[in-house]
């Protein structure tokens, strides 16, 4: 069982990969090459599942569903002060042509709009996986403080951002090794391992 991530985001692949050791994992470019997923859902998983189900179908159309599963992941940061903005558009906080960096710095321009520097904040994750045995869905959750400032150099989105509980620096300050142990996106592949075993079983 080969497993393909409907994802074009070449940071989340690369971290999948790293969580991920020992299975035989391809981007979504490589097998299928590059296309368009509207993601119109209303939460993380129903987006997560529309990026498995359309790739998982790309891949019956290829003949290629005895051999590999989709797996997706929908994630992104909740904001209490903000209402819980931006969550499922965390992307595209910022607009259409959304970059990080201007996603960081509408974050910085709303937390200031209401006079604030930080608020309390979580991440979510939620790991779809599409196959020939069906759709499964986990989730993980990182909680902590967005902050109206960005510190450190390692991640992507919003990691420059948030520091989570218990520690005092961003998540972009951590070192990698302790970033995958506490992260939302870890804690949900950690319980798609199960699903993925179980499913390996079948293949």
Do not use: W
Not at 32 to 47: H, M, P, W, Y
Not at 78 to 99: C, H, M, Q, W
Not at 102 to 116: D, I, M, V
Not at 137 to 153: C, L, N, S, Y
């Amino acid at each position: 069982m080969k497993i393909i991530l409907a994802t074009s985001n070449q940071d989340k692949v690369n971290e999948i990969r790293g969580i991920l050791k020992g299975h035989d994992i391809y981007a979504q470019s490589e097998i299928l090459g590059k296309f368009e997923i509207i993601e119109d859902g209303t939460s993380f998983a129903q987006n997560a599942l529309i990026k498995a189900k359309t790739v998982y179908e790309k891949l019956c159309e290829k003949g290629l569903e005895n051999e590999f599963i989709s797996l997706s992941d929908d994630s992104g940061i909740s904001v209490d002060a903000l209402g819980g903005k931006p969550g499922i558009y965390s992307a595209r906080f910022s607009g259409a042509e959304a970059t990080d960096a201007s996603n960081r710095a509408k974050l910085k321009t709303e937390l200031n709009a209401l006079n604030l520097h930080e608020s309390k904040a979580f991440y979510t994750a939620c790991i779809a996986m599409a196959s020939k045995f069906g759709c499964y869905t986990t989730h993980g959750f990182m909680h902590g403080v967005a902050i109206d400032q960005e510190r450190g150099d390692n991640g992507f989105g919003y990691d420059f951002m948030f520091i989570p509980q218990g520690f005092n620096k961003t998540v972009g300050e951590l070192s990698p090794s302790i970033k995958e142990k506490i992260s939302h996106r870890y804690k949900a592949l950690q319980l798609a391992k199960v699903v993925l075993d179980f499913l390996s079983q079948k293949f």
